[in-house]
């Protein structure tokens, strides 16, 4: 794929796959306790608590933040800012960076509409079309390799994180702290702190248990190596059990890489749906015809 294509979708999918990566989705097996009165529970209880209420509104407001130290690949800000759906997932964001994209020219705001499996980035005018369509999953069975398609279908499913099964994920870590209340975007709320090692964060994610086992513990040693010895994580949860605000930070040799999302109206999006098929191109289609004529295609 062309350097093209990746400025423009690049961020969208590094981005959330990146998150998913640093919060590998657990088994819910924690998350099954009922409610404790809320002046009596553990802050297992409340973060429990918390994924039960999370995992029934299926959509919110999000923002968005991942800074990557420099010297690091993609290192700078990139925020982004819109619509979130669970069950089933769905996306409509708008990226934007201050860090080496920016600086190389690629520093318009992208917008990006992920529905059933599939990425639209808003491509500008290309070919009369505004859109470029992006399915992984379907080029992967095209293909015909069955361990290129289960890797591509557990890197979508870790990618299409929610709050609930990250809250579900938090729930793993053996030192949950509550660190009193505070405002957060105007919201009062609670604050819990734990930790995960890299194992613990590894624990569940589809990406990883897609791999054959040498390949599983070549990762893991490979993580140990770059110098990642765990992540430690936040949550902020407002009086209605939902969470305002989670972080993870990721301590590496070269600087911490830090994500952070915050959460508002909870359940009152609209539906978010795939743009007109009319305007909308083929991108894999694109790129298998001019690799036919024994060529590539700049997007730039």
């Not at 619509?83 to 994209?101: E, N, Q, R």
């Not at 005018?125 to 505004?130: A, E, N, T």
């Not at 086992?213 to 490979?222: G, I, W």
């Not at 972080?247 to 994500?259: F, K, L, R």
């Amino acid at each position: 794929m062309r350097k093209g294509i990746a400025r423009r979708a690049g961020v969208s999918l590094a981005a959330a796959t990146v998150l998913a990566g640093i919060t590998g989705c657990q088994s819910d097996s924690s998350a099954k306790a009922g409610h404790e009165p809320r002046t009596q529970r553990t802050p297992a209880q409340a973060l429990t608590a918390a994924y039960q209420k999370t995992a029934g509104v299926h959509s919110a407001k999000v923002t968005m933040t991942m800074s990557v130290p420099k010297g690091m690949p993609d290192s700078g800000e990139t925020k982004m800012t819109g619509t979130m759906a669970w069950k089933p997932t769905a996306l409509d964001m708008t990226m934007s960076d201050d860090g080496a994209k920016a600086k190389s020219g690629d520093d318009n705001p992208k917008r990006m509409i992920w529905v059933d499996g599939v990425a639209y980035m808003d491509m500008g005018d290309f070919g009369g079309k505004k859109w470029g369509k992006l399915d992984l999953k379907a080029a992967a069975k095209e293909a015909g390799d069955e361990e290129m398609t289960k890797a591509v279908t557990a890197g979508l499913d870790d990618a299409e994180q929610d709050p609930a099964q990250q809250l579900a994920m938090f729930l793993g870590s053996p030192d949950i702290q509550h660190l009193g209340s505070g405002q957060v975007g105007g919201v009062r709320a609670e604050h819990y702190k734990g930790s995960l090692t890299v194992e613990e964060g590894l624990k569940g994610a589809k990406t990883v248990d897609a791999l054959k086992p040498a390949d599983r513990e070549k990762l893991l040693a490979n993580v140990k190596k770059s110098g990642i010895k765990g992540y430690d994580y936040d949550v902020w949860v407002n009086g209605d059990d939902l969470p305002v605000r989670m972080t993870v930070d990721v301590q590496t040799p070269m600087g911490t890489i830090s994500t952070s999302a915050s959460y508002s109206e909870y359940g009152t999006t609209a539906a978010i749906k795939a743009p007109p098929a009319a305007e909308t191109t083929d991108l894999l289609k694109i790129l298998k015809e001019a690799a036919g004529r024994g060529g590539t295609r700049s997007f730039a």
